[in-house]
């Protein structure tokens, strides 16, 4: 369907201009120049949902074109300018075009679903043109666009730029989060030089404050759901399957993950529906359900009813005070809400998941396997490199661009996977990190203690799941208190006043429907997102007032 209506529309541009004039003659939809003019309460950037923006849509209160322009516009005046958050690396110099094409569409024939004529960020390393903040693949030629990307365009979303990141997922080296070479040094909206966290930081800091509606990240360890934690976001971390890595530059075959970062459970729900689904160039994806559900029916006020949860205390050991005591006070709104709350739950095998090092073996093994065949797939690089080795010592010839002293030198996690072999050892690594992970980790607490989903401050909830392979969700829990000492810009901060944090879900595998049941239920019971805002000049100005009809 979708093919034949793109078809149409080359030929039907000329009689659209006829349509729209004499549709506005007839009353039907009003241009969005005409509604501007009755003084229509538009939806706030900063905070609309993908619904509100919808709605707006299809009422013909502004068109795709009017929100490209705008979210252009909001990334203007913070991305390189005023607190120069560098949160998008680039801007899709087709968004225009596209936006016009989706609103011709939509005129002519319906929304395709949720996310037509919607702008969606995307993290740098997910493919499309070129890919990845380094220098050493500018300019690099994909063979095709990403899985994930892909499913967004045919779903109607606008490609609205690419977002920076911790180059190459903060997997280089020993490197502050929200580093990459071409984007520079990201920080946070909510602490003034403040640490965004990473490796998705761009796409953590757009979100947040409104620069897209919402945008894309990838996990292998913490790299959606810490942005999200630190950038008052909910993130949902997939089943690693759930969502196709073809197309990604990857760190871990066995870890990595495509999720969504939205302002709401609901946004993070819709993007998830639509990027969900098998693709036969990622054979993990086929080990998923046949079908994939529509998590938006996740979405119920109710969700916690009935439900056991538990908290796996130990993990708690080295978290902010002020992050558990909000924390234990959240327990009893979950109690309130008609959930069993199991507190201590703790791990069997804690002490052994907190000693192995298998997970380095696995992904430092995984990375060079993996970014070696990566870059054999590229049409074309202009730098000429052909795989790790050739990265090292790129980044060593362009040292003024990538390993700038004092604070982005190092590589050595590079170094230590190149000198990496698939061996026993690898494979031993990956069968206990199963084990501790999964099997006696997560599916074993949740088995030994009868419950539903683990419950933890986010900031402590990814490496369990990441050696498992299993999904969490964070939504907003609160913000550090105002007096709170400003740490030292090294280049970032570690930790300010009002510096975002999170509650996380965590399950088994395939279980983000409950997941999101249970967030969202929270969520709508809390509202904390809205507590508090970002500092006064990270918060962009533009408004679809200042671009509609204009």
Do not use: C
């Not at 919808?54 to 516009?73: I, M, P, R, T």
């Not at 006696?440 to 949740?446: N, V």
């Not at 970032?492 to 999170?502: I, L």
């Amino acid at each position: 369907m979708a093919l034949g209506r793109r078809a149409l529309l080359g030929a039907l541009t000329v009689f659209v201009v006829v349509l729209g004039l004499t549709s506005a003659s007839r009353g039907n939809a009003p241009a969005p120049q005409a509604v501007a003019s009755n003084a229509i309460k538009f939806p706030d950037l900063y905070e609309a949902s993908i619904s509100e923006l919808q709605n707006g849509l299809e009422k013909g209160h502004f068109s795709s074109v009017d929100l490209v322009k705008a979210y252009f516009a909001r990334i203007e005046e913070v991305n390189l300018q005023g607190p120069t958050l560098r949160a998008v690396i680039e801007t899709n110099p087709n968004a225009l075009k596209q936006a016009a094409e989706l609103d011709l569409e939509r005129r002519l024939f319906r929304a395709r679903g949720p996310l037509h004529g919607i702008p969606i960020l995307l993290k740098d390393n997910i493919a499309t043109l070129h890919s990845e903040g380094s220098f050493a693949l500018l300019g690099s030629v994909v063979p095709r666009d990403a899985h994930v990307a892909a499913k967004l365009r045919a779903a109607g979303a606008i490609i609205l730029g690419k977002a920076n990141l911790s180059e190459w997922a903060h997997f280089r080296g020993s490197v502050p989060s929200g580093f990459s070479g071409r984007g520079g040094q990201a920080t946070s909206p909510y602490v003034p030089l403040g640490d965004p966290s990473g490796s998705s930081s761009g796409s953590g800091i757009g979100t947040a404050i409104g620069l897209a509606a919402a945008a894309l990240g990838t996990e292998t360890d913490g790299s959606i759901i810490s942005p999200s934690n630190m950038n008052n976001l909910v993130g949902i971390k997939p089943t690693v399957g759930l969502t196709s890595r073809a197309g990604v530059i990857p760190i871990s075959a066995h870890q990595d993950t495509v999720g969504p970062m939205a302002r709401s459970v609901a946004d993070a729900a819709i993007v998830l529906s639509v990027i969900a689904g098998r693709d036969p160039r990622d054979n993990f994806t086929l080990a998923q359900p046949p079908v994939v559900p529509d998590y938006t029916k996740a979405l119920r006020v109710d969700g916690l009813k009935g439900v056991r949860l538990g908290v796996p205390r130990k993990f708690f050991t080295r978290t902010n005070p002020n992050i558990v005591a909000a924390f234990n006070a959240s327990l009893d709104t979950i109690r309130r809400l008609g959930a069993t709350v199991v507190d201590p739950a703790d791990f069997p095998d804690f002490a052994e998941l907190e000693a192995s090092r298998n997970e380095s073996i696995v992904t430092q093994t995984d990375f060079k396997v993996g970014i070696n065949q990566y870059i054999s797939e590229l049409l074309d690089v202009p730098t000429g490199v052909k795989n790790l080795a050739d990265l090292i010592a790129f980044n060593i010839a362009h040292a003024d661009e990538e390993l700038i002293p004092p604070f982005y030198t190092d590589q050595s996690e590079f170094i230590s996977s190149e000198n990496t072999t698939v061996n026993q050892a690898f494979f031993d690594a990956v069968a206990a990190d199963e084990d501790l992970g999964a099997t006696r980790g997560i599916d074993g607490t949740l088995q030994a203690f009868k419950l539903d989903a683990l419950l933890l401050p986010s900031a402590v909830a990814p490496g369990p799941a990441a050696i498992a392979g299993f999904p969490i969700i964070t939504v907003p829990l609160g913000f550090l208190p105002p007096n709170t000492t400003l740490a030292p810009a090294q280049p970032t901060r570690s930790s300010g006043p009002n510096q975002p944090f999170g509650i996380a879900f965590m399950g088994s595998a395939f279980s983000e429907f409950d997941l999101i049941k249970f967030a969202f239920a929270y969520e709508q019971a809390t509202h904390n997102r809205l507590k508090q805002l970002a500092f006064p000049e990270a918060i962009p100005k533009t408004q679809l007032a200042d671009v509609v009809g204009k």
